[in-house]
């Protein structure tokens, strides 16, 4: 059974930082490319980063130079660095990743207050 937790949301001051992270089982980790995605009210859940199984990365243009994703193998573990942090940001953030079917976590809210 895939399981995909997030933890390390919160409130944090624009300008701030914070790191997510996403405890995953049930999977073949390290082959897997993992995803986070962030849901803002009112619009759709988009992709914010990437990471594949070889550690090539992804970003969303909105969060190019601000976040980085990174994984550890060992850990089965996926985090997002967030900094930099602009209101625009507040969202429920979720981790993901495709393995025949498509799993999220439960997700874990941002928001960054002005």
């Known amino acids: 059974q895939v399981r995909l937790v997030e933890s390390g949301g919160g409130l944090v001051q624009a300008g701030g930082s914070l790191r997510l992270s996403c405890a995953a089982s049930g999977i073949i980790f390290r082959i897997r490319t993992m995803d986070w995605y962030r849901q803002a009210p009112g619009k759709q859940r988009e992709l914010v980063a990437q990471?594949?199984?070889?550690?090539?990365?992804y970003y969303a243009d909105s969060v190019k130079g601000r976040f980085t994703i990174s994984r550890d193998n060992a850990k089965n573990t996926v985090d997002l660095q967030m900094s930099s942090l602009k209101p625009e940001d507040t969202a429920v953030y979720y981790c993901?990743?495709?393995?025949?079917?498509?799993?999220w976590g439960q997700g874990t809210q941002v928001t960054v207050s002005s």
């Open positions: 990471i594949t199984g070889g550690g090539n990365t």
């Open positions: 993901h990743t495709l393995n025949l079917n498509n799993y």
